[in-house]
């Protein structure tokens, strides 16, 4: 497939009525890849597949569902993470994370997801601030919060308040508990990639793909535009650059004109460097 085709599948899947989170992740990776086929997404869902067959069935409460999972990802098959994985585009993409079983949290706690969920458990992503974790237990009941990073290791209430605390210096509200769901959860992914990009001066090609799919879900931050443009400008691209500028104007010239007419002004500046 080409990439047109990657993107307009990954926007079509994005619209959908239930997205396919483990899809649409896959479809990172092909984005990230260039050349990837279609074997490599059908094997990773093949994968997902096979550790959820590994599980007990039905091993019982929310805990119970909690340990069986660690205990077959974390302490079997060895998926976890370490300060390294920080470094890696790989840690993001999530065929690479099955492959190498290691990655960041947010990916690990989307093979915790995927597998737990294809076996039947009540499961979901909790995004906590800096850190993402699983819940297992119905939406709306006290969860029971495991951290796949740490291979699955069952969280307190009070490792969970203390995650928030090191990443925020405030306390855990119970709003932060709340179910993820796959589109929050696929842009924060892509925010990832976009942050561990824009450290990288010469990945701003990996740092354009990332907003252009975060600009492909129904919602997302307008100011994506901007940074679309200014990475646009950065490569050289200076008349796409220009009307990514006017588009970004043209939508905040009704909340800020002054903004708005600064935006223009960068615009006009960026058409003049082609003379």
């Known amino acids: 497939m080409t990439e047109s085709q990657w993107r307009d599948q990954f926007a079509e899947e994005a619209r959908a009525e239930r997205p396919d989170l483990a899809l649409l992740c896959l479809l990172i990776g092909a984005e990230a890849e260039g050349a990837v086929d279609s074997t490599v997404i059908d094997t990773a869902q093949v994968e997902l597949d096979r550790l959820a067959g590994l599980l007990p069935y039905r091993p ?12 077959l990802l974390g302490e079997r098959c ?5 300060p390294a994985d920080y470094q890696r585009l790989e ?12 990655g960041l949290p947010i990916l690990l706690s989307v093979v915790w997801m995927e597998v737990a969920r294809r076996a039947g458990a009540p499961v979901y992503g909790v995004a906590l601030p800096g850190h993402f974790v699983v819940g297992f237990g119905e939406a709306g009941a006290e969860p029971v919060l495991a951290d796949p990073f740490e291979g699955g290791r069952v969280l307190s209430g009070n490792d ?11 306390p855990l509200h119970p709003s932060m508990l709340r179910p993820a769901s796959p589109l929050d959860t696929v842009l924060r992914i892509l925010n990832n990639i976009r942050a561990w990009a824009a450290a990288r001066p010469e990945k701003s090609g990996v740092a354009l793909w990332a907003v252009e799919l975060s600009l492909l879900l129904p919602s997302h931050p307008a100011r994506l535009r901007y940074e679309r ?3 646009l400008l950065q490569r050289g691209e200076f008349v ?4 990514e500028l006017e588009a970004y104007a043209d939508v905040v010239d009704a909340v800020d ?17 082609l003379n």
């Open 240 to 243: 796409r650059g220009a009307v």
């Open 257 to 273: 004109r002054g903004v708005a007419e600064r935006v223009r002004v960068e615009a006009r500046g960026a058409r003049a460097r």
């Open 160 to 170: 969970a308040e203390l995650l928030v605390a090191g990443a925020t210096g405030a």
């Open 78 to 82: 060895g998926f976890r993470g370490a």
């Open 91 to 102: 840690s993001s993409l999530l065929h690479e994370v099955l492959r190498r079983r290691r």
């Open 229 to 231: 443009a200014q990475l």
């Open 60 to 71: 019982g409460a929310p805990l119970a569902w909690a340990r069986a999972v660690g205990e």
